[in-house]
């Protein structure tokens, strides 16, 4: 089985400010990796997804990640965060089947 | 286009009885995900059906049950509720069911609390 963890629990950041979130998951084999974000009594939200070629990932709302093979890690990262941006976010492994982090809560302080 | 919808949205149950929760999926889409998100944790994978069949399932006990119907909704059904199942339950749905790197779309949830 697979395991993913998000290093952080918590990360208060300051409105303007960049972000990184971290993921690191235990796998010797290829996977399909993906960040979600899940705002209050809402579902998941695709925000990204890795599934091959360029390490570098572009998704939706600033965001981006990085594929890191060596160090089987994929860290989401924003340059300048919104208010808009307070949620929690998820990083999930596909291998068989999807498995998901234990969660980051953003907190984005005006 | 309507998403992933998941009925009800909330219920409240006592421990020993039974639930059904329901979920559409995206039209087109013919795979359907379960799963469980306990407060404060990410989602746990409890069953995948794709074409009816099922096509995995996680390590729950097996009071949890699933299926799937020919227009692709499905049904996740729980006996003896304990306390331990309250939870919000999760449905995706994606375009195929292989191993293949099929983005998953999330409903809204279902919010299980079991007293």
């Known amino acids: 089985a697979q395991s993913v963890t998000q290093l952080d629990s918590q990360v208060p950041v300051f409105e303007e400010a960049p972000v990184e979130l971290r993921c690191n998951y235990s796998?010797?084999?290829?996977?399909?990796l993906f960040w979600y974000v899940q705002y209050p009594n809402q579902g998941l939200q695709l925000l990204l997804k890795y599934l091959s070629g360029s390490t570098l990932v572009k998704g939706i709302n600033g965001f981006e990640a990085e594929f890191n093979k060596s160090q089987t890690s994929f860290h989401l990262r924003k340059p300048s965060v919104h208010i808009s941006d307070t949620a929690e976010y998820f990083c999930?492994?596909?291998?068989?089947?999807?498995?998901f982090g234990t969660g980051t809560s953003l907190t984005v302080i005006p | 286009d309507a998403g992933v919808t998941q009925s009800p949205t909330h219920l409240i149950k006592t421990r020993g009885q039974h639930v059904t929760l329901r979920c559409s999926p995206i039209s087109g889409h013919k795979s359907v995900s379960w799963y469980q998100q306990v407060l404060g944790q990410g989602p746990q994978f409890i069953f995948q059906?794709?074409?009816?069949?099922?096509?995995g399932r996680g390590n729950f006990p097996d009071r949890f049950s699933a299926r799937q119907f020919p227009n692709y909704s499905s049904e996740l059904n729980v006996n003896a509720l304990l306390l331990g199942d309250s939870a919000l339950y999760l449905c995706?749905?994606?375009?195929?069911?292989?191993?293949?790197?099929?983005?998953?779309?999330f409903g809204p949830g279902t919010r299980l609390t079991v007293t």
């Open positions: 796998s010797s084999v290829s996977v399909y």
């Open positions: 995706a749905s994606s375009l195929g069911g292989g191993q293949g790197a099929y983005e998953q779309y």
């Open positions: 059906y794709y074409e009816k069949e099922e096509r």
């Open positions: 999930a492994v596909r291998h068989n089947q999807f498995y």
